[in-house]
């Protein structure tokens, strides 16, 4: 009877070690699968094995008042450091080099963006004349072809390297009319072919865009108040990284957006198992999908839905537009607050 319940209890233990210790989601744990060594007192399966909470179906006749906003989420703030670190590198050689026990929220989507897991939408519409940016409208995806990624596909290779990195700059002469391509081994050559001479390139620089260099979150959202609950709700629709925008003497001239992901279908199903720091408790870490749903990031609207369709940077500045901000956010809660107010 003793042996019965040992081997009872060994297969309903074995499929926890079994998952815990296995490449769920490609993020890091803290066992060692090859010398079998646990890295802390317990193993950590919670998080890499959770399933992902539904959201609540909502129904249009139920919802009797919405508001979209646009927020950004600033990772210079204290608040927002667990989405910027730890930072990952590459080196000159093209190896990836990320860290063992958590990675940023740039490493998790870069990661999936590779693997094919997550769709990224172009920030500009690419068959328009003229440059539209409406990638918050998840019109342009750019996916591989079915059973393929990154590695393996070429086409959407071309396509999605300009949102995860650049090429070295290149130079014109003072006439304007030779190009020099300046790459890791110097600049052009010419050489004779088969009696002909010819001009060799020798290949550009890869910039490939890592943690460190992105600077802020925007997300787009949708608040409303479901009857049926009677409760005003909010949904994140998209998010996008964003990094600085430089000219050809690397002097900042603004941001830029690299791309939009669809929240609810895929990022929460990749967010949804992948550690956040907790800085107040190591043993209640939880997941990034966990950490928008709970809204603990600090964010400032820049734009609200209206008749112009234009940011708030189009009509306020500096304080006055973070005062602009403030209005809007309050006019959400008081919305909320006379629903009850009799």
């Known amino acids: 009877m003793k042996s019965l319940s040992l081997i009872f209890t060994f297969l309903i233990c074995f499929p926890l070690v079994y998952?815990?210790?296995?490449?769920?989601?490609?993020?890091?744990?803290?066992?060692?699968?090859?010398t079998g060594i646990i890295d802390g007192v317990y193993v950590s399966s919670h998080i890499p094995t959770k399933r992902l909470i539904p959201y609540v179906n909502v129904r249009e006749a139920d919802v009797i008042w919405s508001k979209r906003v646009w927020r950004t989420i600033d990772l210079r703030e204290k608040?927002?450091?667990?989405l910027y670190f730890p930072h990952d590198e590459i080196t000159n050689a093209g190896v990836w080099i990320r860290n063992t026990t958590r990675w940023s929220l740039w490493t998790v989507i870069r990661h999936h963006v590779l693997t094919g897991d997550l769709v990224v939408y172009d920030t500009e519409?690419?068959?328009?004349?003229?440059?539209?940016?409406?990638?918050?409208?998840?019109?342009?995806p750019v996916r591989p072809e079915a059973g393929k990624d990154y590695y393996t596909d070429s086409i959407f290779r071309s396509e999605v390297f300009r949102m995860l990195g650049e090429l070295a700059p290149v130079e014109v002469d003072e006439f304007g009319s030779m190009i020099t391509l300046k790459g890791a081994d110097g600049y052009d050559s010419v050489v004779e072919v088969n009696g002909e001479i010819r001009t060799v390139y020798p290949p550009r620089d890869t910039t490939w865009i890592t943690s460190k260099d992105i600077?802020?979150?925007?997300?787009?959202?949708?608040?409303?108040?479901?009857?049926?609950?009677?409760?005003?709700?909010?949904?994140?629709?998209?998010?996008?990284?964003?990094?600085?925008?430089?000219?050809?003497?690397?002097?900042i001239t603004g941001t830029r957006e690299l791309f939009w992901l669809?929240?609810?279908?895929?990022?929460?199903?990749v967010f949804n198992n992948y550690f956040v720091y907790n800085e107040k408790n190591g043993a209640r870490w939880m997941s990034f999908d966990d950490y928008f749903w709970k809204r603990r990031f600090a964010s400032f609207i820049?734009?609200?839905?209206?008749?112009?369709?234009?940011?708030?940077d189009k009509y306020r500045v500096g304080?006055?537009?973070?005062?602009?901000?403030?209005?809007?956010?309050?006019?959400?809660?008081?919305?909320?607050?006379?629903?009850?107010d009799f």
């Open 19 to 34: 998952f815990g210790q296995g490449d769920i989601n490609g993020g890091p744990i803290n066992t060692r699968t090859e």
């Open 302 to 312: 820049h734009k609200e839905e209206n008749v112009y369709d234009r940011n708030i």
């Open 215 to 251: 600077i802020q979150y925007r997300i787009k959202e949708d608040w409303f108040f479901d009857k049926q609950r009677s409760v005003l709700d909010v949904r994140i629709l998209g998010l996008a990284p964003v990094v600085y925008k430089k000219d050809r003497n690397n002097n």
């Open 319 to 340: 304080v006055d537009a973070l005062m602009e901000s403030r209005r809007i956010t309050e006019d959400i809660r008081l919305f909320e607050h006379d629903v009850w």
């Open 262 to 269: 669809y929240f609810p279908t895929d990022c929460r199903y």
């Open 125 to 140: 519409n690419p068959a328009a004349i003229g440059r539209i940016f409406d990638g918050d409208q998840f019109k342009h």
């Open 79 to 82: 608040i927002n450091l667990p």
